[in-house]
């Protein structure tokens, strides 16, 4: 099997080489921009991942689908940004702050398209399946974004409701990618579904590490300030969790329901919120949370007839994946 530091490599030069369409400008640079401050490229990793549990190559009709999950998962963050009036990503202006939100909402367009037409480059013979999942998972992330901006009307929002939220703006995505690097390479059916639901647990992980994260991280790590879900008043794990816990239902939410227009308020209500996640434990909950579907991950390929070095990179690439957050 081709080595991480290979996969790592591929993915670098992947990214430092691509490619846009050049003019106009005012509508193709906000994608150079995105692509350009980074990230952890997640999706295109774990597509290459699964791809070499079967080949040892990285022609064309893997890293164009690859890279299509990165600038679709960039197109959401695009468009998230402007939902949820983030003023940082990645510890960069988010490009409706750089620029305005009319061209962040046309950016975010054009760059769906171009993801869509890196994934027609898959092989041939797999260009059907490849275009329904992905555009099957496409508008599931959107269902998931949809329920997000929803919850943030109501009072309260169960654990299942939530889990089924990010299970569609987060993990089915992630699922995706492990699932279209094997279906690419032509592994067997039952490998491609045992991978998709590894993914698709490490992105149920994963979510509830971001919330963690969002609450009790580190800004320079995180890349975006800390406590920007309690000041847009987002039901993260923390918050559902909290509500199934405290013995002060009306407290917390009063907590949730202070002023943030000020730097002095909004540190305030982020400490006052963050108070009761301690309180209630619920800090520790999540990171409880994380190992159980960290751990549902990899019993999802614990039966498939990989290679023991194939296994534990599936092991590496989740601790990796969740593991600041543990």
Known sequence: MTDR???DNAIRDLFANIEFTEEPRGLYDPLRYMISIGGKRIRPT????TWALYRDDFPEEILEPAAALEVFHTFTLIHDDIMDRSPLRRGQDTVWKKWNEDTAILSGDVMQIDAYRRIAKAPSARIGSALDLFSRTAAEVCEGQQFDMEFES???VS???YSRMIGLKTAVLIGCSAKMGALLAGAPAEDCEALYRYGYELGMAFQVA???LDAFGDQKVFGKPIGGDIIN???SWLTVRTLEKTDDRAAFQAAMRLPSRTSEQREAKIAAVKAIYEACGVDKDAKAEIVRYSERAMDAVRGLRLTEEGIEALRDFAE???G???
Do not use: H, P, Y
């Open 233 to 235: 008043g987002k039901k």
């Open 324 to 326: 600041r957050a543990k």
């Open 154 to 156: 109501r009072s309260e």
């Open 46 to 49: 774990l597509c290459l991942l």
């Open 320 to 322: 990796k994946l969740v």
């Open 5 to 7: 530091q290979t996969i």
């Open 210 to 212: 971001d919330d963690w």
């Open 159 to 161: 654990m299942a409701e």
